[in-house]
């Protein structure tokens, strides 16, 4: 935990100068969108554009990019064996039979991501992408997961390929099991939005050299 928090602090640097243009981007759109890393505990007020065209402009880009990537009722992929992988035994019969169990996977596939909330995972993180230009998504057994700019740092080397990922979350510390601190006797007016009960959670991954993951 630890390390990753070193980690994470040391590669701030590197991303300040593309949150701080994202967040201003953000104001002339989506305000809500991208936000500042901080630990701000009381009432934050956001800055509300005097026009709605930029807000317009990325839902209505972001509605385009996800039907083109995720099409409703029809595959974005197609699975089939390579013509020099079937073999000449292979006869016309064996491959369409190939062919129709293929389309029932993919049928499968598709019912598992209309049941799951990945296409509103997607959806967040190409509305990232057109304000901020940046999005990290985690795919886990679970299904999609969206991380924002201000919430995870990248090392990359010289070529662009990454070595380091460092995320950080708030989660509750009573799903954790971590008791959490006691309120103060006084509590100060106007304090609204506490992050007392929210624990933070770095997680570091990096580039293994030998297995190329």
């Known amino acids: 935990m630890s390390k990753a928090r070193e980690r994470y602090t040391q590669l701030l ?11 201003e981007c953000s104001e002339l759109t989506l305000p809500y969108l991208v936000q ?9 007020t956001l800055i509300q554009p ?9 839902v209505t880009l ?5 039907l083109a990537i995720l099409p409703p009722q029809s595959a974005f992929f197609k699975l089939q064996v390579r013509d020099d992988q079937l073999g000449e035994q292979m006869d016309q019969s064996m491959r369409s039979e190939l062919d129709l169990s293929f389309s ?3 049928r499968l596939i598709m019912d598992y991501i209309a049941a799951s909330s990945d296409r509103v995972v997607v959806h967040q993180a190409l509305k990232h992408l057109i304000v901020s230009g940046n999005a990290l998504i985690f795919m886990s057994k679970d299904g999609l997961k969206h991380y924002p700019l201000q919430r995870y740092v990248v090392n990359r080397d010289g ?8 995320t950080k979350e708030l989660i509750s510390r ?4 971590i008791e959490s601190p006691k309120p103060p006797e006084q509590p100060v007016n106007g304090d609204y939005g506490s992050t007392e009960d929210d624990a933070e959670v770095y997680t570091y991954v990096r580039m293994d050299e030998n297995s190329g993951r």
Do not use: C, H, P, W
């Open 159 to 166: 070529n662009g390929n990454v070595v380091e990922i460092v």
């Open 62 to 66: 972001a509605a385009k990019l996800m």
């Open 50 to 58: 005097y026009q709605s065209v930029g807000a317009k402009a990325v």
């Open 104 to 106: 029932k996977i993919e």
């Open 174 to 177: 009573e799903i954790l099991g």
């Open 13 to 23: 640097t590197n991303r300040t100068q593309f949150l701080d243009t994202a967040v």
């Open 36 to 44: 500042q890393d901080d630990n701000y505990k009381g009432k934050r």
